[in-house]
């Protein structure tokens, strides 16, 4: 991807001048060099390293293995063979890696003996790892728990074969960086410093100017001052992460070497030296302190190691020998260790995130944060599958399932799948369709471990090799199990089936289960028939809109299920006709929905208003459908809308249809439904539960047509006579909500040249508005981009894109998914997009509520909205001896939430515990929270915790010991009291506002009479 470079300054201008010393003096007069004017010696940190895309042009294994090179030259083995060649020849040399997700490959392959050589480079300080995730994942799109994992992933490997826990993170080449990734993933994970690359074009000219090149971010109100970490930015502070310019010494590369031989005509060290010294001190004027860092590399780099490292080796000898500056072989973390030193120094601070992030006028990186819905949307739905079958495992097989290959393929393709060309949307399309594929295949391979823990859970009575199975295309009413059981004929048919529940409270929800045209009944365990309801199902279509072969009705019943547990039901058909449901077409597309809580009415087929019936407070909400058509470049800026940049051709949005949209009604004992179409390519379902305190809008978007060779960007847009000023709050990655504001940055004067795209953020789970009456709220299932600043009263989510021309930031073909793309080998056109546009299907939860009350009702509704209540099927005929479950003594509170529970090894459980409110959203939820771990465990005694980093493999005392009390200025260089990890004896833990805490126990075996674990 192009990036930028900021422009230098004469070095004339420096403010670092200073006597020389008479040893310096001579040096320079050796060298003829006294042009350079000098202050007190920096020393220049050279630190080697490769940044490996797990995936973007060409498939983590195509990288990996060197092929398809038609896209791209890269191949990341040879990388590393040749890198731990070269720094075996040479003691003082270094290298720096990231990705796990290549390094174990390359591990696997590797003899003994070449193990063991790795380990000793290792352990001397050579090789070193930074962040140490399994990729380098974004910062926008995930989801907090899955960049959680994936950095437990890499982390896990690296302790288990070398002892090391990364202490720096390495955030290079992410579009934008999120709060999330300062507080949570890198302070709480036990790093006490942060580099990256890319920032706003307008705020890294403020920082070059005002020498804040690197500074103390402390993101997390919740959190406070403890989860600060120190960050800085990346190669030579041009928004890039690459060597200062003349220094790529890579395979290909036209930069000059370093040429020593004097009997050569082409001797350059006084030059080469020069040109290093004038790089060093032009950056050491832009940041504070004596300590700088070349980041020598960049993407795929060091192919050919040899070559890169010779030159190395050679510039630091002679930037040495002439002692103007000092040189040396050096790593992230030596780097930071140098910072710590320089008490003296004062750093900025900075408390707001890097989102939007703009290389340029006009050139605003937000229609990532949509590209590629489907792709995000399956990314955040095998998430919560992979927690639930990580609980289901470890509460079932528990030390058994460990080494589990099912699982280990799941949390692997799930970890490739964070990488920021992966979820982000940004890679070529057939890598997108490998993401995809591996997902799938880990998501079949761990469903097997997990049946067999509910068969361990639920007791099947003996005789048959009892199983489950899993309904992956439910939300395209596509269950064959469930489909079977509601055919006509064939007489009374029946299936059994237990409902997860993967939160912490016991939940009373809605399940829908698709079902034939026949009659059908739901019981419980006591075949007691429980109330259903039969309503339309949606529409039946693929991904590129063929038929799907789903039911044309579904049935709703209300599942009560145990805190993180299950409960058992059974389907039964008669056989007999079911009287299809039917729906009310009322007069001028006029209607009402009303539960309890919430009553959302209708004018003219969409709808007009919604009342929050709690405070009384009614508010104008015209929701509709528009799109943005994208720039293909103008007079202004020859930017395009592209998988990257979101740029609309102007600031007006056209409607995706202009007429009344046509309106059905379904009403129900559970649930009252509208369905909605607009136009040929739009349509949605809202409905409202009873006792439900928030509205669902399920909608299917796509395929968007281009035919008319406009690109078109697609929203979802609620206009309220909320008075909001400008203002909006988003959240980070699913944690803290950031407050936003219209033309507005908190760190630098803003000079907005795209009204619409520079206002759009990330909302990774939910976006508001508010005034002094009323706050309304928007979850989404997947992350968008969307805003609440553009226009006061209104909230927009970009939902779909199709746009027809490339953005230029590297991916080299436009944002049009369809089904087929042609080879990207051979002769003829290569990948060519053709076949079906994508269609997408996904949820809006609404809420609206007094301001006070807001996070009360729409932080429990995110968790279930990520973590929804999932049936499995029973693929055998004999009861159920325990037809219920709970893995816990009671459910916990509201803002506690058990976010991992897994097998760690064949001692020992991790476990994680979320405080789930921030700072000040609610008067009593986001007070400190107490747990008693002695007393979570149904029937399972805790005989050992030991409190670890939010990693799980360093101790949290360790954690704390690597955060430095930082000299920021106007403040004292205190840290705020943070939590003392858990002491011995001690079981009762607090959790402050959003912190996580991360448990390794042991658990004695099941009580002997287990049975009453099971309710």
């Known amino acids: 991807r192009p990036v930028a470079r900021a422009s230098r300054s004469r070095l004339q201008q420096s403010p670092r001048m200073a006597m020389l010393s008479f040893t310096s003096l001579v040096q320079l007069l050796v060298l003829g060099s006294l042009s350079i004017p000098v202050e007190c010696k920096l020393t220049v940190h050279v630190v080697p390293h490769t940044h490996d895309d ?40 270094t290298f720096t890696y990231v990705e796990q997700a290549f390094f174990q490959r390359w591990w696997r392959q590797q003899s003994p003996a070449l193990q063991n050589l790795t380990r000793s480079l290792v352990k001397s300080g050579q090789l070193s790892f930074t962040n140490g995730g399994w990729c380098m994942h974004d910062e926008a799109a995930p989801f907090y728990l899955d960049m959680v994992d994936q950095t437990t992933l890499g982390h896990r490997f690296l302790m288990t074969e070398f002892g090391v826990a990364p202490k720096t993170g390495w955030q290079l080449d992410p579009f934008g960086h999120s709060a999330t990734q300062a507080a949570l993933l890198s302070s709480e994970v036990g790093f006490s410093g942060l580099f990256f690359g890319r920032i706003d074009y307008q705020d890294l000219a403020q920082r070059v100017k005002n020498q804040e090149a690197e500074f103390i971010w402390r993101a997390s109100p919740s959190l406070g001052p403890g989860a600060q970490v120190f960050s800085g930015l990346t190669g030579e502070y041009g928004g890039n992460y690459g060597p200062p310019s003349g220094f790529d010494w890579n395979v290909g590369s036209n930069d000059e070497p370093v040429q020593d031989d004097m009997d050569l005509k082409d001797y350059n060290v006084k030059s080469r030296v020069d040109d290093f010294v004038r790089a060093a001190i032009w950056q050491g004027d832009r940041t504070r302190g004596e300590h700088i860092m070349f980041t020598m590399g960049s993407d795929f780099q060091y192919e050919n190691a040899r070559e890169w490292f010779e030159n190395l080796d050679r510039i630091i000898k002679y930037v040495n020998e002439d002692g103007r500056v000092q040189a040396m072989y050096s790593n992230p973390e030596l780097y930071l260790d140098a910072k710590a030193k320089e008490q003296q ?78 979820v982000s949307g940004t890679a070529k399309q057939h890598v997108t369709f490998d993401y995809a594929a591996r997902i799938a295949e880990g998501r079949n391979s761990a469903l097997q471990g997990a049946a067999m823990s509910l068969v361990q859970l639920s007791g099947p009575q003996a005789g048959e090799r009892p199983t489950f199975s899993y309904c992956v295309l439910r939300n395209i009413s596509v269950c064959g199990q469930t489909q079977a059981v509601g055919e006509v004929g064939d007489g009374v048919k029946e299936i059994q089936f237990l409902v997860w529940n993967g939160l912490a409270q016991a939940r009373s929800e809605i399940i829908e289960l698709p079902t034939g045209l026949g009659e059908v009944r739901v019981l419980d365990d006591n075949s007691e028939e429980i109330e259903s309801q039969l309503v339309p199902s949606l529409s039946s279509v693929t991904n590129y809109g063929q038929p799907a072969g789903g039911s044309p009705q579904a049935v709703l019943f209300t599942a009560d299920v145990p805190a993180l547990g299950f409960k058992a039901f059974r389907l039964s058909g008669t056989g007999s006709p079911a009287p299809p449901p039917k729906p009310d077409h009322p007069e001028a597309g006029a209607a009402t929905l009303e539960n309890e809580f919430l009553a959302l009415e209708f004018c003219s087929g969409a709808l007009c208003k919604l009342t929050d019936k709690q405070s ?82 399920t909608f299917t978007v796509g395929p968007i047509p281009v035919g008319d060779a406009k690109g078109k960007e697609v929203v979802s847009r609620i206009s309220t006579d909320i008075q ?46 508010r005034d002094a009456r009323v706050q309304l709220t928007v979850l989404t299932d997947a992350t968008q981009a969307g805003s609440g600043c553009i226009r006061d009263g209104e909230i927009e989510l970009m939902v779909h894109r199709a746009l027809l021309e490339d953005d230029g930031r590297g991916v080299g073909e436009p944002l049009n998914e369809t089904q087929y793309v042609t080879p990207y080998i051979g002769s003829g056109s290569r990948g060519q997009h053709y076949g079906p546009g994508l269609v997408i299907r996904g949820k809006h939860l609404l809420t609206l509520t007094a301001p006070a009350l807001a996070a009360k009702v729409w932080r429990p509704a995110a968790d279930q909205l990520y973590m929804p209540l999932s049936p499995f099927f029973a693929e055998f005929e004999a009861k159920f001896e325990h037809p219920s479950f709970t893995a816990l003594v009671q459910s916990l509170p509201v803002n506690i939430q058990v976010i991992t529970l897994e097998q760690w090894d064949a001692q020992r459980v991790l476990l994680r515990l979320a405080h789930q409110f921030g700072v000040g959203e609610d008067e009593a939820l986001s007070q400190p929270a107490t747990v008693d771990l002695g007393g979570l465990f149904a029937k399972r005694q805790v005989l050992d915790v030991d409190e670890r980093g939010l990693a799980g493999t360093i101790s949290r005392a360790e954690v704390l010991r690597r955060r430095v009390p930082w000299n920021v200025e106007g403040e004292a260089a205190a840290l705020q009291a943070d939590v003392a990890p858990l002491s011995a004896g001690n079981l009762t833990v607090t959790l402050g506002p959003l912190q996580i805490r991360t448990f390794l126990l042991k658990l004695s075996p099941a009580a002997e009479d287990a049975v009453s674990v099971f309710i």
């Not at 060197?66 to 003082?92: F, R």
């Open 54 to 93: 797990v995936g973007w042009l060409k498939t983590v294994d195509e990288y990996y293995t060197g092929q398809n090179n038609s896209i791209q030259h890269a191949y990341v083995k040879m990388i590393l063979d040749t890198v731990i060649e070269a720094l075996e020849k040479n003691p003082e040399r």
């Open 345 to 422: 120094v004062a750093w900025p601070l900075k408390t707001d995130d890097f989102f939007p992030y703009a290389d340029g006028a006009h050139q605003f990186w937000t229609g990532y944060f949509t590209s590629r819905p489907a792709f995000k949307r399956y990314v955040r739905d095998s998430s919560a599958f992979l927690q639930m079958v990580k609980q289901v495992e470890m509460l079932g097989e528990g030390a058994a399932s460990v080494g589990d290959h099912g699982l280990t393929l799941l949390e692997e393709a799930m970890g490739v799948a964070q990488h920021h060309d992966a």
């Open 616 to 697: 009384g407070v009614s508010v104008r909400a015209e929701q509709s459908w528009f799109w943005y058509e994208g720039s293909t470049g103008n007079s202004e800026s020859k930017q395009r809308s592209g998988a990257y940049i979101f740029r609309p051709n102007k600031t007006e949005a056209s409607v995706v249809f202009s007429g009344q949209p046509s309106l059905e009604v379904v009403r129900g004992p559970l649930a009252d439904e509208v369905h909605q179409t607009f136009g040929t390519w739009v349509s949605q379902r809202i409905r409202l539960a009873k006792g439900a305190k928030h509205a669902e809008i």
């Open 724 to 769: 909001n000023g400008g203002e909006c709050l988003a959240d980070s990655n699913g944690r803290e909500m950031l407050l936003r504001k219209r033309d507005f940055r908190p760190t630098w004067n803003l000079t907005q040249t795209e009204p619409v795209a520079g206002n759009y953020y990330p909302v990774t789970s939910a976006l508001a508005i």
